[in-house]
């Protein structure tokens, strides 16, 4: 703010990533107002704004699986599956920062928000049966061969877990208190399981006879986190889940084409929803196609033809600063960023 006296200037700078502001409930409120009018939805122009080939000098991307992006940390994350790797890349410039060199096969991750600067969380999936929390500011330093990065927990209950969401929670199950959840496609027993994100102990498991679903890989909460939509790439179609008032899950939509003839899924894979717009991308691998869906669930346009070309499209993530759309190639090698 500046206050201008006898042509005298005075500069008060405010930090806003302390840890001490993050807990008086005005600058929340203050937080919250400035990244809502900093969100931006998607044009559906698919104009190629940058196409990522990763690290020239380790070989770039080979079959890339997924893409997110941790604002708090100014990175963007690329699973560079076929190389066994994540890498990381600064958000604002795009170049390469760092590799995690991963010892098992792994699809999908996720961010945590971890409310301020330099504080995010990265958790990956194996494809066998293990989850692993780690800070992700430590891990990125320790790949640079900085500090070492202690592993925050591990899960390894799991079968064949994909993709992931989180949702912060408050029932009676936390106890009153606030808390985050994640949802994980549990593919290997056709369930979503749910993990805290503190210490990844199982809470429960959305299953039959509630929902019956089939090799699930995607998951995204929608419409203000009250709904989840999920991606079956066996059953080729996606499923919407809400609560009833027993907080049990019920599929209340299934979703397998949509109003052009043919323009079915074939196998859909990642999913991201863009709260501004209020549309949902599903990449449809197979068809080498994003398939567009509104809130409802009504599947409305479709991208595979365009000025781009796709080969397997298979992560995807929304940027809801930039408006931009990130897609993994997974044939193609590369991550292109739509605006």
């Not at 006898?6 to 008060?12: A, C, E, K, S, T």
């Amino acid at each position: 703010m500046k206050h201008r006296n006898d042509d005298q200037v005075i500069l008060n700078l405010l930090d806003f990533g302390h840890q001490d502001l993050a807990l008086d409930p005005n600058f929340g409120k203050l937080r919250i107002k400035m990244r809502k009018s900093l969100k931006q939805a998607f044009s559906m122009r698919f104009d190629l704004v940058h196409t990522m080939n990763g690290s020239k000098e380790l070989g770039g991307l080979k079959s890339p699986s997924d893409v997110k992006i941790s604002y708090n940390n100014n990175c963007i994350v690329v699973g560079d599956r076929g190389n066994s790797r994540v890498q990381f890349f600064d958000y604002t410039t795009k170049l390469y920062l760092a590799t995690f060199k991963v010892n098992r096969h792994f699809y999908c991750f996720l961010i945590e928000n971890g409310e301020y600067k330099d504080n995010d969380y990265f958790i990956l999936n194996d494809e066998h049966t293990s989850m692993t929390k780690y800070h992700l500011a430590s891990l990125i330093n320790h790949c640079k061969g900085g500090t070492i990065c202690n592993v925050i927990w591990e899960n390894h209950s799991l079968s064949c877990p994909y993709g992931m969401a989180i949702r912060r929670e408050k029932n009676q199950k936390t106890n009153g208190s606030a808390e985050n959840w994640i949802y994980v496609c549990n593919s290997g027993t056709n369930s979503i399981v749910v993990v805290r994100a503190s210490d990844g102990t199982k809470i429960t498991e959305i299953e039959s006879p509630h929902v019956s679903i089939s090799q699930p890989y995607g998951i995204e909460f929608i419409v203000g986190d009250t709904m989840l939509i999920v991606s079956e790439y066996n059953n080729r179609r996606c499923v919407i889940l809400k609560q009833d008032e027993n907080e049990n899950w019920l599929i209340v939509k299934t979703i397998y084409s949509g109003q052009i003839k043919g323009e079915d899924f074939d196998c859909p894979l990642g999913i991201t929803y863009d709260k501004i717009g209020r549309r949902i991308f599903v990449c449809d691998q197979y068809k080498n196609a994003i398939r567009i869906l509104d809130e409802e669930g009504n599947m409305i346009d479709v991208y595979k033809a365009g000025k781009v070309s796709l080969k397997r499209p298979f992560g995807i993530t929304f940027d809801e600063r930039k408006g931009e759309l990130y897609v993994t190639q997974f044939s193609g090698d590369v991550v292109t960023i739509f605006k």
